[in-house]
């Protein structure tokens, strides 16, 4: 796939894009995934990855020129050691740490954790001068349903990670927005 003008332009202006890994499956959208993020990096926007449960499916050789593009993960437990490949949380935390600098973990009902490494800069011009590994616990509700949830996270983590450089405040928006997507039925927030 060709850049287009179009494209170029709107990439210029994001700060940061997320992709789903279930884009990945399908070769034609796969394809204008990676123009995308080339045209992103390119312009100094950063690449944000939700694998998805199907991540194992996606073709090996593809899978590794994503994640070499990645600058922050958003894995479950299961995604991340699909990614790692190995049936240990604590193992694909510590190789998966080594290639990509900035993991947001979902944890379900435990809540969520982010690691950040050293030297990352955050959009709020915080330097981290040292690795770092945040947990935050789940907030208490009534699960309902939770499709959703995942994305909900996601939206509400980079919106923290874009507006602070407290990656505890990261992690609160994303489990405060997951937890009102599964406190009803249905993906979207009723008004």
Not at 34 to 47: M, V
Not at 53 to 59: D, M, R, T
Not at 72 to 100: H, Y
Not at 141 to 155: K, L, P, S
Request: aromatic content about 6%; hydrophobic content about 45%; some cysteine.
């Amino acid at each position: 796939m060709i850049a287009t003008p179009i494209l170029s332009r709107t990439m210029r202006r994001v700060r940061i894009m997320l992709l789903s890994g279930y884009c990945l499956l399908n070769a034609e959208q796969a394809e204008f995934a990676l123009t995308a993020i080339g045209e992103l990096k390119a312009a100094g926007g950063l690449f944000a990855l939700d694998p998805s449960p199907l991540i194992g499916q996606v073709e090996p050789v593809l899978c590794e020129k994503i994640l070499s593009s990645v600058d922050i993960l958003m894995p479950n437990r299961n995604e991340l050691m699909t990614l790692a490949q190995t049936d240990d949380f604590v193992q694909a935390l510590e190789k998966i740490q080594k290639r990509i600098p900035l993991i947001a973990l979902k944890l379900g009902s435990e809540g969520s954790a982010v690691y950040v490494r050293k030297g990352i800069t955050a959009p709020s011009g915080t330097v981290f001068p040292e690795d770092l590994y945040v947990e935050v616990p789940a907030e208490h509700v009534q699960i309902v349903d939770t499709t959703g949830a995942g994305d909900a996270f996601n939206a509400g983590f980079i919106s923290g990670f874009l507006e602070s450089p407290d990656p505890k405040v990261w992690l609160t928006r994303g489990n405060k927005a997951a937890a009102a997507v599964v406190s009803q039925k249905g993906a979207r927030l009723k008004s």
